[in-house]
């Protein structure tokens, strides 16, 4: 059973950091590309950021100079840097990769930022 593992989310003050980690096990023959998506209440999901196997990356317009996406190709791993954090970005983070040719996601962690 692959599964996406998330974990550092928490609550931050505005201009803070956070660094999101999700680690993918299982039996994993490919996986690619690697990404973060995020949901507000009452809004949709959206993707924030996406990289692919060889490290090109692109984010979503709000995000970009702030968040920067990495991924150890050798850990199955990817990792989201949040800096200067504002209350919009407060949501559910998801982790999601496209490994073995399907689609999956993260059990979701939870982003507030929030003096």
């Known amino acids: 059973q692959v599964q996406l593992v998330e974990s550092g989310g928490g609550l931050v003050q505005p201009g803070g950091s956070l660094r999101l980690s999700c680690a993918a096990s299982?039996?994993?023959?490919?996986?690619?590309?690697m990404a973060w998506y995020r949901q507000a209440p009452g809004k949709q999901r959206e993707l924030v950021a996406i990289?692919?196997?060889?490290?090109?990356?692109n984010y979503e317009d709000s995000v970009k100079d702030r968040f920067t996406i990495s991924r150890d190709n050798a850990k199955n791993t990817v990792y989201l840097q949040m800096n200067s954090l504002k209350p919009e970005d407060t949501a559910v983070y998801y982790c999601?990769?496209?490994?073995?040719?399907?689609?999956?996601w993260g059990q979701g962690t939870q982003v507030t930022v929030s003096s």
């Open positions: 990289i692919t196997r060889g490290g090109s990356a």
């Open positions: 999601y990769a496209r490994i073995n040719d399907s689609r999956t």
């Open positions: 299982g039996s994993i023959f490919s996986i690619n590309p």
